[in-house]
């Protein structure tokens, strides 16, 4: 009998490692698509994984309210029944759902209620990459004014080469989070 909780104990904890490892990699990949224009330093990577972790046991709380619309159903199973964080949605695939939602929500609104003003500042090329994004390959540059920096996004193949220490004339506007986003790139020489 130990054996087998041994054996159930150690798969749990490989599950839990496999788990962040793939959430972590996931958040990375993902927030370099919604967020690699703009110049928050991941500051609002922090705020989405911030939200959808946090609000992932919220919303468990009123998923297991409203299934039973009593507070003693939050802390216990009815008897007889597949334990409600063993079903399908479980709770760490409600972390990952709120998390990606967020991500979702602040990109999408940071550049639909962005302001139309827009300024040109001078950047310079500090690196050039490459990142896998699943099995998509993105070309990125890394670039700075000093105060700001990004990797910004370039595309599976992009329309321009850059190299490293090119100044660039960065067309910029602001997001409605405060954060600049990058609307244009023009190779300064």
Same mark, same amino acid.
């Given at each position: 009998?130990?054996?087998?909780?041994?054996?159930?104990?150690?798969?749990?904890?490989?599950?839990?490692?496999?788990?962040?490892?793939?959430?972590?990699?996931?958040?990375?990949?993902?927030?370099?698509? #919604?967020?690699?224009?703009?110049?928050?330093?991941?500051?609002?990577?922090?705020?989405?994984?911030?939200?959808?972790?946090?609000? #992932?046991?919220?919303?468990?709380?009123?998923?297991?309210?409203?299934?039973?619309?009593?507070?003693?159903?939050?802390?216990?199973?009815?008897?007889?029944?597949?334990?409600?964080?063993?079903?399908?949605?479980?709770?760490?695939?409600?972390?990952?759902?709120?998390?990606?939602?967020?991500?979702?929500?602040?990109?999408?609104?940071?550049?639909?209620?962005?302001?139309?003003?827009?300024?040109?500042?001078?950047?310079?090329?500090?690196?050039?990459?490459?990142?896998?994004?699943?099995?998509?390959?993105?070309?990125?540059?890394?670039?700075?004014?000093?105060?700001?920096?990004?990797?910004?996004?370039?595309?599976?193949?992009?329309?321009?080469?850059?190299?490293?220490?090119?100044?660039?004339?960065?067309?910029?506007?602001?997001?409605?989070?405060?954060?600049?986003?990058?609307?244009?790139?023009?190779?300064?020489?």
């Amino acid at each position: 009998m130990s054996k087998a909780l041994a054996t159930k104990d150690t798969m749990g904890q490989f599950f839990s490692l496999s788990f962040f490892i793939a959430y972590s990699a996931a958040i990375l990949q993902l927030s370099f698509l #919604a967020f690699s224009d703009v110049l928050d330093d991941g500051i609002l990577t922090y705020i989405a994984v911030g939200l959808g972790i946090s609000s #992932a046991p919220a919303i468990r709380l009123f998923q297991k309210w409203k299934h039973a619309k009593s507070a003693s159903y939050l802390i216990t199973d009815e008897p007889g029944q597949t334990p409600f964080h063993q079903r399908l949605i479980n709770f760490p695939l409600l972390i990952v759902f709120s998390t990606f939602g967020f991500i979702g929500l602040i990109s999408i609104s940071n550049h639909i209620f962005a302001s139309e003003e827009v300024h040109v500042e001078e950047f310079v090329v500090e690196a050039i990459g490459k990142k896998r994004v699943r099995y998509d390959l993105f070309e990125y540059i890394l670039i700075s004014n000093g105060d700001y920096a990004t990797s910004l996004n370039l595309g599976e193949t992009p329309k321009t080469t850059f190299s490293v220490g090119d100044k660039l004339e960065v067309t910029l506007k602001t997001g409605l989070w405060g954060y600049y986003i990058v609307e244009d790139v023009v190779n300064g020489g």
